[in-house]
């Protein structure tokens, strides 16, 4: 059995959690900030992904990327870099599928977020800096680390927008939702079978792992305020 | 150390503007809760922005829309304390307590700052203990400590007590009140209960509606409310309107009984009497007869509610006395008088 689906899963969707880790943390903050008009459209945008189906977000980064198309074109002519095809096209895929997630529970997090916390700090000289990464930060990782997983998983699984962008290449672009497709198609079920079972355990695994942090990270911090 | 804060801020339905200034004195802002006490705290420590005015501690400016000086909150040196102490959830209370403690920039004087503050609110064997583990007022003396390693040259205080039970408010009001004499600067306090506020303070401001009702002297302010809100505010429960009669009477409209002033009641529209300021009857100035309507028994004290004999329809008459006089006088009537020197002339 070859593993690299696996490796090219993983890498996919690691980078694309890094990148969206803060990226969603930085739109969640500023947005959560903006007047409520450039909130609300914003807010629409940016949800948007969430809800389209992963064949459209596909075709609209084809739109964009594809070598014909503005940025594509330009990059390739710039860089000689062509944007689609490759094992990394698929991390524009994922990243744009999983910006959502991660940016609705980051917003859902600091929403819930206690100002006054913030407002002490400043008044005894803490710079925005450190309140956000020692005190806002520590006080909504759950709603952030939650986000981060889903966020994870869910670019695991990817299939719509990757096989529109990467294709379908083994040993290349070949993710484990497109390689059990492709097995299947070919009538491997064996084979088809062994991924689907990798696929699950991985996905075992990780929502394990946040139930089992959640639970040591949770415990006390956030209970009742003035325990007499 | 003084503070003079001249400022504005309109929020579409609600308008606040108020103006104090005091010296190195405590002043409590008294006031029902919306009516911007806290939000003219927030003002002072920077964080709401007033549209307008002018904010100076100890000569040194902190906002002036003219000037266009307006100093983030971490330049301000405002101590501010929250009613739910606002200490971080994910700290320790040492850590905590370092926190507050960043502006030192020397190491050695940060450390013996820190373990001076520690040892001083009895923090020291608590300092491994996260905020949750901690009670009301351990939690209190945490904030109080984070705040004063930070070296504020102000201390505003928004409703300190209202997080805590009753049987630890007179404890930390006292405990309070000695951190507010080591401060020795000027101290903005935020509450609504006039008892706190009377023992804590120098100076009073009444506000209302985002506006300065009243300001001086505590004793003046409890002695002259000046206003029917200020009397409510100060805990005044009688409360008439009136007419005037001449300079030194009055018509009680809401008693149905004409008093007599020491004073010419000018624009009064109100006469307020604080239910133990009542007397019982002497047969003078402002003696009248009245009805027993209902008789209160509170822990130490009975408040008997009165109507006087001569009205028609009137509203009652609070008279607060301690138990043994009213089991002297008790009776389906009773004689009291209404001292001049003690009715409070109001004004709306």
Known sequence: MDWFPLLNSLRIAGISTVIIFFLGIFAAYYIAKAPRMIKGLLDVILTLPLVLPPTVVGYLLLRVLGPKRIIGAWFLSAFGIKLTMTWWSAIFATTVVIFPLMYRTARGAFESFDETLAWSAKSIGLSNTYIFWRIRMPYCRQGILAGTVLAFARALGEYGATSMIAGYTPGKTATISTTVYQLWRTNDDALAFKWVMVNLAISFVVLLAVNMLEKKSGRGLRKGKAGV | ?348
């Open chain 2, 1 to 348: 150390m003084s503070l003079y804060a001249d400022i504005e801020k309109n929020l579409g339905s609600f308008k606040l503007k108020v103006k104090i200034e005091v010296e190195n004195e405590t002043l409590a802002l008294l006031g029902a809760s919306g009516c911007g006490k806290s939000l003219s705290l927030k003002c002072i420590a920077g964080i709401e922005r007033p549209d307008r005015g002018k904010i100076v501690v100890d000569g040194r400016t902190l906002f002036d829309s003219e000037k266009g000086i307006d100093l983030t909150p971490q330049k301000r040196r405002t101590g501010l304390m929250f009613q739910n102490y606002a200490l971080f959830p994910n700290m320790t209370v040492l850590q905590n307590i370092q926190a507050g403690a960043k502006r030192e920039k020397d190491p050695e004087k940060r450390k013996s700052c820190i373990s001076a503050v520690m040892d001083s609110f009895g923090l020291s064997e608590l300092s491994n203990h996260l905020p949750y583990q901690l009670s009301g007022g351990q939690q209190q003396r945490v904030a109080l400590a984070r705040i004063l390693v930070s070296e504020p040259d102000i201390l505003l205080l928004d409703e300190p007590f209202s997080a805590l039970d009753s049987h630890l408010r007179f404890r930390l009001e006292r405990e309070l009140h000695q951190v507010i004499q080591d401060f020795g600067k000027t101290v903005v306090l935020v509450s609504h209960d006039r008892d706190e506020v009377f023992r804590l303070s120098d100076k009073i401001a009444i506000i209302k509606d985002g506006q300065v009702d009243r300001f001086g002297l505590k004793d003046e302010v409890f002695r002259q409310p000046g206003t029917v809100n200020g009397a409510i505010l100060t805990g005044c429960k009688n409360i008439s309107r009136i007419e005037k009669i001449d300079d030194r009477r009055i018509r009680a409209l809401d008693w149905g009984i004409d008093l007599e002033t020491d004073q010419d009641p000018k624009e009064a529209r109100s006469v307020g009497i604080r239910m133990h300021d009542i007397r019982l009857g002497d047969g003078g100035r402002n003696s009248f007869v009245c009805r027993v309507a209902d008789v209160i028994e509170n822990p130490f004290s009975y408040t008997a509610m009165l109507l006087p004999e001569q009205a028609e329809a009137a509203s009652l008459i609070g008279w607060e006395l301690e138990k043994e006089l009213w089991h002297s006088v008790e009776g389906e009537k009773v004689s009291v008088t209404l001292p001049p020197e003690s009715l409070l002339l109001l004004t709306e």
